[in-house]
T-cell receptor, first 114, second 116 residues
Framework: KAGVTQTPRYLIKTRGQQVTLSCSPI?????VSWYQQTPGQGLQFLFE???????NKGNFPGRFSGRQFSNSRSEMNVSTLELGDSALYLC?????????????FGPGTRLTVL | SQELEQSPQSLIVQEGKNLTINCTSS?????LYWYKQKYGEGLIFLMM?????EEKSHEKITAKLDEKKQQSSLHITASQPSHAGIYLC????????????????FGQGTILTVHP
């Protein structure tokens, strides 16, 4: 079974631009969560989607948004990029939203904002 | 203050030595995850411990959950260079009806170096 895949793996953008990152969960998984990892703040939760609906959102500005498609694939978008948005963006998938389901992470997308 | 505190922040051991990493929560734990991360890469799922003082082992790694102390420990026996990396604990907050919030709160990580 293929794991969680994320594209692209690396991305370089300039301030003010926008970016879209993609995540394909493990086949059969319906929940996708997004995290931002930076050296200063560590791993922080962005949002979670289940069955195309956002269930939960972390404490990030409205420039960060996401969506989930009917095939459970998810995208996140960051508009008006700032230098501080440079980070490793990780997505995780789990089969359901039950508390005993493991979350499996993808390899991440490394975003650099110049 | 951090909701999840890991200790130590970094650890350097000689190959073959045993080691323990601790993760302490300031809130009630419903589910505790351990992940390993190579720098700049994704997280590798190690194990998940649920409420109830659970203990799990996989190869040379054992994790325990002490719900009274709101603490989990990860113990590696006879460490090898392949164990090197960043170990992260993540906690889940329970929702209603046994569902999760889908959100994991993570500790700051423990950097493990194993010298051959």
């Amino acid at each position: 079974k293929a794991g969680v895949t994320q594209t692209p793996r690396y991305l370089i953008k300039t301030r003010g631009q926008q970016v879209t990152l993609s995540c394909s969960p493990i086949s059969g998984h319906r929940s996708v969560s997004w995290y931002q990892q930076t050296p200063g703040q560590g791993l922080q939760f962005l949002f979670e989607y289940f069955s195309e609906t956002q269930r939960n959102k972390g404490n990030f500005p409205g420039r960060f948004s996401g969506r989930q498609f009917s095939n459970s694939r998810s995208e996140m978008n960051v508009s008006t990029l700032e230098l501080g948005d440079s980070a490793l963006y990780l997505c995780a998938s789990s089969a359901t939203v039950m508390a005993d389901n493991e979350q499996f992470f993808g390899p991440g997308t490394r975003l650099t904002v110049l | 203050s951090q909701e999840l505190e890991q200790s130590p922040q970094s650890l350097i051991v000689q190959e073959g030595k045993n080691l323990t990493i601790n993760c302490t929560s300031s809130k009630t734990l419903y589910g505790l995850y351990w992940y390993k991360q190579k720098y700049g890469e994704g997280l590798i799922f190690l194990m998940m411990l649920q409420k109830g003082g659970e203990e799990k082992s996989h190869e040379k790694i054992t994790a325990k959950l002490d719900e009274k102390k709101q603490q989990s420990s990860l113990h590696i026996t006879a460490s090898q260079p392949s164990h090197a990396g960043i170990y992260l604990c993540g906690a889940e907050r329970g929702g209603s009806g046994g569902t999760s919030y889908g959100k994991l709160t993570f500790g700051q990580g423990t950097i493990l170096t194993v010298h051959p």
